[in-house]
T-cell receptor
Framework: GNSVTQMEGPVTLSEEAFLTINCTYT??????LFWYVQYPGEGLQLLLKATKADDKGSNKGFEATYRKETTSFHLEKGSVQVSDSAVYFC??????????????FGSGTQLTVLP | NAGVTQTPKFQVLKTGQSMTLQCAQD?????MYWYRQDPGMGLRLIYYSASEGTTDKGEVPNGYNVSRLNKREFSLRLESAAPSQTSVYFCASTPNNDRRQYFGAGTRLSVL
């Protein structure tokens, strides 16, 4: 079956530090890959996505590259801010997916950025 | 735009009580989902609906029922709540031409 493995948290960084959150996946075919972010007390929001191998998703200074050879989609940011403190989820949508387009989520990584 | 709206935001139940969590989306999306979020376990799919009039079980359906009332609304019912159902519940929807899911703000449920 499909699965997503994320690096365990919590992760605590100082402002302006470099961030990497590792994500690897298991899936048949060519899934679409996503990073979602959840701020305290809120629902999940899409941060970025990539739909095919070697695609790079980017948003708000975050980047992730779809690496099929290593089945990975690691999230990176060059300089984190306090406002980036949140829980980050890696997810995949398999293809073919049928009509429902289900997502499989990783367990989430809590990031805290200190001033 | 309202997006995905969930009600209530918070609920406390006693074991054995029943309740329905409501979800509505105003984006004309075909597919809708119910997830539960527990510490250290990410989101797990309870039920989903690929289109109006259809529903299917997800990873953890036991103890729940759903109704896709119309294209906008997808409700989740707990017939006899158990402490193991204490969780945060999220509703989501997705359009036909995309894989991105849009989430509601969640319902925090405690079962005592």
């Amino acid at each position: 079956g499909n699965s997503v493995t994320q690096m365990e948290g919590p992760v605590t960084l100082s402002e302006e530090a470099f961030l990497t959150i590792n994500c690897t996946y298991t899936a048949t075919g060519y899934p679409s890959l996503f990073w979602y972010v959840q701020y305290p007390g809120e629902g999940l929001q899409l941060l970025l996505k990539a739909t095919k191998a070697d695609d790079k998703g980017s948003n708000k200074g975050f980047e992730a590259t779809y690496r099929k050879e290593t089945t990975s989609f690691h999230l990176e940011k060059g300089s984190v801010q306090v406002s980036d403190s949140a829980v980050y989820f890696c997810a995949l949508s398999p293809r073919p997916s049928g009509s429902a387009r289900q997502l499989t989520f990783g367990s989430g990584t809590q990031l805290t950025v200190l001033p | 735009n309202a997006g995905v709206t969930q009600t209530p935001k918070f609920q406390v139940l006693k074991t054995g009580q029943s309740m329905t969590l409501q979800c509505a989306q105003d984006m004309n999306h075909n597919s809708m989902y119910w997830y539960r979020q527990d510490p250290g376990m990410g989101l797990r799919l309870i039920y989903y609906s690929a289109s109006e009039g259809t529903t299917d079980k997800g990873e953890v359906p036991n103890g729940y029922n759903v109704s896709r009332l119309n294209k906008r609304e997808f409700s989740l019912r707990l017939e006899s709540a158990a402490p193991s159902q204490t969780s945060v519940y999220f509703c989501a929807s997705t359009p036909n031409n995309d894989r991105r899911q849009y989430f509601g703000a969640g319902t925090r449920l405690s079962v005592l």
